[in-house]
């Protein structure tokens, strides 16, 4: 994935600046999303890996009526500004 531009954010060791940092990495909107599937635990989110994590957030949509999202195409389209390229690997 790859790594956000240097700017300044805050403490890095502060657990909200950890959780963005973290989930940006996929995409924009993704860290909201994770932080409502976990109804705001922002410390079990840190705990889960990615793995995990997705499939909590595509339960989590399935119980809002949401149709569960590719996030990592949503990222990578966010920054490639083509929708229609699939990511690599």
Do not use: C
């Not at 957030?57 to 990592?72: A, F, K």
Request: no cysteine.
């Amino acid at each position: 994935m790859p790594q956000l531009p240097d700017i300044d954010i805050g403490d890095p060791n502060d657990p909200t600046v950890k959780h963005v940092l973290r989930f940006r990495l996929v995409s924009r909107e993704y860290p909201l999303i994770v932080t409502k599937a976990y109804a705001g635990d922002l410390e079990a989110a840190a705990k889960d890996d990615e793995e995990t994590v997705a499939g909590r957030v595509r339960l989590w949509e399935s119980s809002q009526g949401i149709s569960p999202r590719n996030w990592v195409a949503i990222g990578h389209a966010e920054r490639t500004g083509d929708p229609n390229e699939p990511p690599a690997g």
